[in-house]
């Protein structure tokens, strides 16, 4: 008896795991799938409560194309982090392998500083940081949405994990052999730093795909409005459309999904592999 009790509590536990699953799953994709059907809906019916359109429309996606510049939103917002995310992999990359490898004073004292900018909010340095571009001369320009947000700790923190528990071994025979540490980093370490430069690059880009508050202070130039302000415009003070935020919302998370769903075995992989458990 004591004997079927147990070999019952495997398939028991892992039941419960998978119907927990599933319902933390189906929490998750229903906001999703309500943005996705009422999107269809009219202004009228949107509000309905229902989770399927009683009345289906396409014309909100029509209003969304041909009655604002929506196109050129998401060039802006593609543009700027594509630009931020190849900058940023290449910069974080450098210095993650710099401070994994190089020996140099004071290495362990900079990684704890970059380190602790983790602790710090968008909103405390948002004044300091729109002061500063300010006097740059970088508002109201490409310049200015992608500058300040090159920089990112949690990326050199991930990639120096990643160089931490790479094989000294081949770096050394290949220093043996007459390589600098450039000639090192270039032609090995990045291309077998493929799979976290995979997952960072999707990190990198669905942020910034989904940055807000830095290009609402930076940028009042319709011609370099980003895609989350372009939504934003169909709010107004004492109205919002929300057939159209919604239809809008989802041309923008088609992309993001898509993207997600090409690389998530990379972000698994580099989870996996950088050290974090």
Not at 28 to 46: I, L
Not at 211 to 217: G, K
Not at 224 to 231: A, D, E, S, Y
Request: aromatic residues 16%.
């Amino acid at each position: 008896m004591t004997a079927k009790a147990t070999a019952k509590k495997p398939v028991s536990s892992r039941t419960a795991f998978t119907a927990l699953a599933v319902l933390v799953s189906l929490v998750s994709v229903f906001p999703v799938f309500w943005m996705v059907t009422s999107a269809f809906k009219t202004r009228a019916t949107v509000n309905d409560g229902n989770p399927l359109p009683t009345d289906f429309t396409i014309q909100n996606f029509v209003y969304v194309f041909t009655e604002v510049p929506f196109v050129r939103y998401l060039w802006n917002s593609f543009f700027v982090a594509a630009v931020i995310t190849v900058v940023a992999l290449l910069f974080h990359s450098m210095a993650a392998y710099a401070l994994a490898r190089l020996r140099f004073p004071g290495r362990e004292v900079v990684f704890t500083l970059i380190f602790s900018t983790l602790l710090i909010t968008a909103p405390v340095v948002l004044i300091p940081l729109f002061l500063v571009a300010r006097e740059l001369n970088l508002l109201n320009s490409y310049a200015g949405l992608i500058i300040p947000a090159i920089f990112n700790a949690f990326g050199i923190f991930l990639l120096r994990q990643f160089y931490l528990g790479f094989p000294r071994e081949i770096e050394e025979a290949a220093i043996v052999d007459g390589c600098g540490h450039w000639r090192v980093y270039w032609n090995i370490v990045l291309p077998m730093s493929k799979p976290v430069l995979s997952a960072l690059a999707v990190f990198f880009f669905l942020a910034n795909w989904n940055a807000f508050i830095w290009p609402l202070v930076a940028v009042n130039d319709p011609d370099l409005t980003l895609v989350q302000l372009g939504i934003s415009s169909f709010m107004t003070e004492y109205n919002s459309n929300w057939n159209y935020i919604l239809a809008a919302a989802t041309i923008a998370a088609l992309p993001m999904l898509a993207l997600f769903f090409a690389f998530q075995r990379q972000i698994v992989e580099s989870i996996k592999t950088s050290g974090i458990k």
